[in-house]
């Protein structure tokens, strides 16, 4: 699975940003997905996940209620919708694709995926 996220860049504090991310190979509808990112001098923290279906999404708090994560398989295609951009959202955004289907709690960790896409960049001004 190779994958290519896009879509980030500036914007305004309570603005919206809506995050790509573009996955070949034949795999990509069988795997959990999902949406990670890295501000400066932080750790890469995950931000949400979506499995194979798409009927299991899970948020991380900071951002449960702003953003949503959906998918379609059939464009090979995952998306992150950011609604009320933060400043504390400013960062590297990366999708990663795991290497199982179904959803559990461990996915939140990011040794849990195998394939990450390269990132784009994510900046919210006050």
């Known amino acids: 699975v190779q994958l290519q996220a896009s879509g980030g860049g500036l914007v305004q504090a309570g603005g919206s940003l809506r995050l790509s991310c573009a996955a070949s190979g034949r795999t990509f509808i069988t795997y959990v997905m999902g949406w990670f990112r890295q501000a400066p001098g932080k750790e890469r923290e995950f931000v949400a996940a979506?499995?194979?279906?798409?009927?299991?999404?899970s948020h991380a708090d900071p951002v449960k209620g702003r953003f949503t994560i959906s998918r379609d398989n059939a464009k090979n295609m995952l998306y992150l919708q950011m609604n009320g951009l933060k400043p504390e959202d400013t960062a590297v955004y990366y999708c990663?694709?795991?290497?199982?289907?179904?959803?559990?709690?461990?996915?939140?960790?990011?040794?849990?995926?195998?394939?990450w896409g390269q990132g784009t960049q994510v900046t919210v001004s006050s």
């Open positions: 979506i499995n194979w279906s798409g009927s299991t999404t």
């Open positions: 990663a694709s795991s290497t199982v289907s179904f959803w559990r709690d461990a996915l939140r960790r990011e040794n849990e995926y195998a394939y």
